[in-house]
């Protein structure tokens, strides 16, 4: 099992930036990928981005290309999101995910760990 707490949501405006946090617990986080989802109102949870056990290889949506930056601490157990040049459109509740596969799969249900959610919310 793997246990994960999402923080750093918060409201920016549009041009602003945050940076999410997921501490993992459980299971020895450098054996783990790692990756970040986000749903917004009334739309399927979707992925974001995605980066593998040692953290050098990384995967993105086309949506937060060149804007979205994960990057993981395997001494601290935790995996960042740098979200620069936020949009009204990146509104949503961004979550934490685990997987046991190279990259996280970019289909949610594919992943079986998920850490409870973040709101993040960019005013235009």
């Known amino acids: 099992q793997v246990h994960l707490v999402e923080s750093g949501g918060g409201l920016v405006q549009a041009g602003g930036s945050l940076r999410l946090s997921c501490a993992a617990s459980g299971r020895t986080f450098s054996n783990v990928a790692m990756g970040w989802f986000r749903q917004a109102p009334g739309k399927e949870r979707e992925f974001v981005a995605s980066?593998?056990?040692?953290?050098?290889?990384?995967y993105y949506a086309d949506s937060v290309k060149g804007r979205f930056t994960i990057s993981r601490d395997n001494a601290k157990n935790t995996v960042y999101l740098q979200m620069n040049s936020l949009k009204p459109e990146d509104t949503a509740v961004y979550y934490c995910?685990?997987?046991?596969?190279?990259?996280?799969?970019?289909?949610?249900?594919?992943?079986?760990?998920w850490g409870q959610g973040t709101q993040v919310t960019v005013s235009s």
């Open positions: 980066i593998n056990r040692r953290g050098d290889n990384t």
């Open positions: 995910a685990a997987a046991d596969s190279f990259l996280v799969r970019t289909t949610p249900g594919d992943n079986p760990y």
